[in-house]
């Protein structure tokens, strides 16, 4: 936090006070605000609607595709006749789960490798980014499917094959920004202070390299929400949790007799990551003023 | 006196930003015949590179609007053609060196290819023709091994021969006017010397007349016939190099004179050690009523800060802007 | 350096990351619980002690891990990728047979998300406030949020269920099998409509606002003011100068984003029953036949790697600055 102040301290065009500028700067963006309700509806929907809302998603409770609005089902019911509503519900909360765990593991170890790169350089540096470019090879959902298939499907498994493919882009943000921060004056400044390495890292360049990475690790829980649905949508999901890709998945053989049992599902995730990156277009926007022209 | 080929009268350019409306250029006069120089000099941000960009028709737009004046091209007014007439004239008859020549060629296409295009788009002539015209001008730049440089990529050249690149690329058409905007502010010092030279020696034989916009005082008592000295968006003082610079009026030109030791043979205006002029160029968004200089001016009169002095004829075409001057006029 | 040595020096660089992908392959089957041995007896409906340890010395599985890996290392190296004791076929020839179907997926994708992703994004940089801007944006939002099963999903109940114009799935009519092969590919052709918008709409998407973003960011350059200087018509300077520069970083991201469209394809294929690798991995996944997943894994980044080195090739042929650095 101090560092921050340094910043602020040498730079001569903040005169106000950066943080509220920021926020100022993402409320003023329509796009992003619209974002961030929709995120929070979203939340409100998954984790308090239960509450309201107390149909078990794994009984039967009618014929099997009830239309959506009819029998008193909202959203109708699936093959199996369980009420899609529920569903939405329960998988909404697995779905956020697993997209914010598996997001929080490919950023731990993005941000670990990135800044290790970008902190010591030379053959330290060739040979992470090395491994971070052997990483982009794979093709991230077959690999995870692998570990899925050898390790079997459970929420862990799930949620650290999803962490360990998909890291490559974190890291890559945080060595660039490490690169150029490792150069600023209050670094150098730090370091003749003989700071110990560790210190350097995580407490004075780390902290104002966090932006950029705040803005990846956001789009982050996205693409991770995204691929947890696909590999639920394949099978390859815990059979016994529900998420918004297992539903569609297992109505998967009847989209031609019942297409909103797919279709509901996969609007729901496609809302929460629209809003998700949404929100994330606004920060970037208000984290880096400098891009603000595109 | 022939009649002036370029004559540019009361040109304003505004720029409408989001902090408010910026006057660029303001009543902007000046004009160049046949076989001439004339320099244009200032600081960085008072209105050189603009005016440039207005003669070429180039103004950024948004934010830049052209809202009165005229420029004139050989008795044609250029203002408010239609973008095609414009590309006729842009590159034939009025060639553009820039001021930074690293970035200044396009780095995917060869130097010959870049300079060809431009003879192709104005001259019916075969490829080769073209291209063995752009070979040729690359000889009259003084590019040694012009036939092999032609192949090169921008980026495998120094500075001084980009530089010489585009004066060749200028010049491809042969046009009647060419503005030099700070051809060697990127350049050593003694490419500086050779790039000027190539451009004197060039205007010998072609009879081009040149616009040549620098910040470099010595440049344009070695080059040029006549000098507007520009500030703020405005030009403060204009008329023939030697009485502008034995016989400065405005405090500004008198400042940039005495900035460059050689130039300061007036016994009055020799310092002991070089002057510089203390501030800088005023935000355009932040001129009030007075005159633009006058919060950097050291012989500042009451009137300065009420009322912005205009161009008044001082001895034939010797120009100034300062209430100085007229007072003394007045006397 | 001339083009043969960073040819060579990236094949080699290329085969390292190969030796790698062989060595994490190797080990995550060796760590992951239960074995080959198990599978088999597990498809043999259960197994002692004794049948579990002779299958074990059958495989080699009995021998240290370093001694398995040489010699899974080096029959990979003559291209064997072992035996799928599920489809009981040698794993090389079942992925051979699968292969094209991919790659014919892939890459008609990718030249329809390419051509149509830099047409619409060069428009909407030209006329920063016509339609194509809206349309970039909008899409760009959606490519990046819609799960493209969903979207595969949505384009079937459109097109197969109310307007009846595409087929739902597979790769050709059976009833096809001896028609000529002019008609075969129509009908290869008409089968691959479907699955192929699907997985182009989202590289579409990133395609479109890259270029627009490059666009606009070429478009400031000095040079292109140069260009203007010379008389260039708009058109010109649009379409000659500034398109050429955008070119590089388009090239960048497609070589960069290709191990995610073969991830992509997989889901793709298993929406639309497209005869391809991914379908191949599904099934092998799913009847835990580990040889053909390794194979199937070890291929697909030989394809990512391959295709990496062209990329790589096609931007030194682009941009000079790097073809001679």
Redesign the interface.
Do not use: D, N, Y
């Given at each position: 936090m101090n560092d921050k102040v340094k910043i602020a301290e040498t730079s001569p065009i903040n005169f106000t006070n950066p943080r509220r500028e920021m926020t100022a700067m993402f409320f003023q963006n329509y796009a992003a605000v619209a974002g961030l309700i929709l995120l929070v509806a979203i939340l409100l929907f998954v984790f308090v609607g239960p509450l309201f809302h107390t149909v078990d998603p794994f009984e039967m409770v009618w014929a099997p595709f009830t239309l959506p609005l009819q029998e008193g089902f909202i959203l109708g019911t699936d093959y199996l006749g369980r009420d899609i509503l529920s569903a939405m519900m329960a998988g909404g909360q697995v779905s956020l789960a697993i997209g914010l765990a598996a997001a929080s593991v490919s950023l731990f170890i993005g941000v670990l490798v990135g800044s290790f790169a970008g902190y010591y350089g030379g053959v330290i540096e060739e040979l992470l980014m090395r491994f971070t470019?052997?990483f982009?090879?794979?093709?991230?959902?077959?690999?995870s499917?692998?570990?899925v298939?050898?390790?079997?499907a459970s929420l862990l498994t799930v949620t650290l094959a999803i962490g360990v493919v998909s890291w490559t882009a974190v890291a890559r943000v945080t060595r660039s920004e490490f690169l150029r921060i490792r150069e600023l004056e209050y670094v150098a400044a730090a370091r003749s202070g003989s700071a110990k390495d560790f210190y350097l890292i995580f407490k004075v360049i780390l902290p104002n390299a966090l932006p950029p990475i705040v803005v990846q690790a956001n789009l982050m829980v996205?693409s991770a929400i995204?691929f947890e649905?696909?590999l639920s949508?394949?099978?390859?999901s815990d059979p016994n949790v529900m998420s918004w890709?297992q539903v569609?998945g297992s109505n998967?053989p009847y989209?031609?007799d019942a297409?909103f049992a797919?279709?509901v599902p996969?609007?729901a995730?496609?809302?929460t990551?629209?809003a998700i990156?949404?929100v994330g277009d606004g920060l970037n926007d208000a984290l880096n003023p400098k891009l603000r022209q595109? | 006196m022939s009649a002036p080929l370029l004559s540019v009268t009361d040109l304003v350019v505004d720029f409408k930003t989001r902090a408010g409306n910026a006057r660029v250029l303001d009543h902007i006069s000046l004009s160049v015949s046949e076989n001439k120089i004339l320099g244009i000099v200032g600081e960085s941000g008072c209105g050189k590179s603009m005016t440039a960009l207005a003669i070429m028709g180039l103004v950024p737009d948004p934010p830049g609007v052209i809202s009165s004046g005229s420029i004139k091209f050989e008795g044609r007014e250029m203002v408010g053609l239609q973008s095609n007439e414009l590309c006729n004239i842009r590159g034939k008859e009025i060639g553009m060196i820039f001021q930074e020549p690293m970035t200044s060629l396009n780095p995917v296409f060869t130097v010959g290819e870049q300079i060809a295009e431009s003879v192709r788009l104005h001259e019916r002539v075969s490829v080769n023709a073209a291209y063995a015209r752009a070979i040729e001008m690359l000889e009259a730049v003084e590019i040694p091994d012009a036939t092999a440089r032609a192949k090169a990529f921008p980026h495998q050249l120094s500075g001084g021969m980009r530089q010489r690149v585009m004066i060749a690329m200028a010049l491809a058409c042969r046009p009647r006017v060419l503005i030099a905007d700070e051809p060697t502010t990127a350049l050593d010092t003694t490419v500086q010397a050779q790039i000027f030279d190539l451009l004197q020696n060039l205007q010998d034989e072609t009879g081009t007349a040149i616009i040549l916009i620098t910040h470099d005082m010595g440049a344009i008592a070695e080059l040029a016939d006549d000098v507007a000295v520009m500030y703020a968006g405005s030009i403060v003082e204009t008329g023939d190099v030697k009485t502008v610079l034995s016989q400065p009026i405005h405090p500004y030109t008198k400042g940039l004179i005495s900035c460059v030791p050689h130039l300061t043979k007036t016994p009055s205006l020799r310092r002991e050690r070089l002057m510089e002029i203390k501030g800088v160029v005023p935000a355009l968004t932040d001129l009030g009523q007075g005159c633009a200089f006058a919060p950097r001016c050291e012989a500042i009169l009451p009137n300065c800060l009420e009322e912005k002095p205009e161009l008044c004829s001082l001895k034939g075409n010797h120009l100034a802007a300062c209430w100085a001057s007229t007072a003394e006029m007045r006397r | 350096m001339n083009f043969g040595k960073i040819l060579v020096k990236r094949i080699g660089y290329g085969l390292i990351l190969l030796v790698a992908v062989v060595v994490l392959n190797f080990t995550l089957i060796t760590i992951a619980p239960g074995d080959v041995a198990d599978s088999i007896a597990g498809d043999m409906g259960g197994a002692d002690a004794e049948v579990l340890a002779e299958i074990r010395i059958r495989y080699g599985l009995d021998q240290p891990f370093l001694v398995q890996l040489w010699r899974y290392a080096s029959s990979i190296a003559v291209l064997d990728l072992g035996h799928s004791y599920f489809y009981n076929e040698a794993v090389t020839s079942l992925i051979m047979q699968r292969l094209p179907a991919t790659l014919l997926l892939v890459f008609s994708s990718q030249i329809l998300a390419i051509t149509l992703g830099m047409l619409i994004g060069v428009m909407a940089a030209r006329k920063p406030n016509s339609f194509f801007n809206l349309v970039v944006t909008f899409l760009s939002l959606f490519g990046f949020a819609a799960p493209v099963f969903w979207t595969g999903i949505l384009l079937i109940i459109l097109f197969v269920s109310i307007f009846s114009v595409f087929p739902v799935g597979g790769m050709m009519s059976a009833s096809l099998i001896d028609a000529s092969w002019y008609e075969q590919w129509l009908n290869i052709a008409y089968h691959l409509v479907l699955p192929m918008v699907t997985l182009a709409s989202i590289y579409f998407a990133i395609y479109s606002r890259l270029t627009r973003a490059a666009m606009q960011e070429v478009m400031g350059s000095d040079y292109i003011r140069t260009a203007r200087a010379k008389g260039l018509s708009e058109t010109r300077v649009f379409y000659k100068h500034a398109l050429r520069n955008s070119l590089g970083p388009l090239v960048t991201v497609a070589g960069l984003q290709f191990s995610a469209v073969i991830s992509g394809a997989v889901v793709v294929e298993a929406v639309f029953s497209w005869p391809g690798l991914g379908t191949l991995a599904l099934q092998s996944i799913l009847a835990r036949d580990t040889p053909t997943i390794m194979g199937i894994l070890f291929f697909s980044s030989l394809v990512v790697i391959i295709v990496n080195i062209f990329t790589d090739l096609v931007l030194r042929a682009i941009d000079p600055r790097i073809r001679i650095d």
């Open positions: 470019e052997f982009q090879v794979l093709p991230t959902l077959l690999f499917m692998v570990i298939a050898l390790f079997g996205g995204l649905a696909a949508f394949l099978g390859l890709g569609i998967r989209i031609l297409g797919v279709a996969g609007f995730i496609f809302l990551v629209l990156s949404l595109r | - | -």
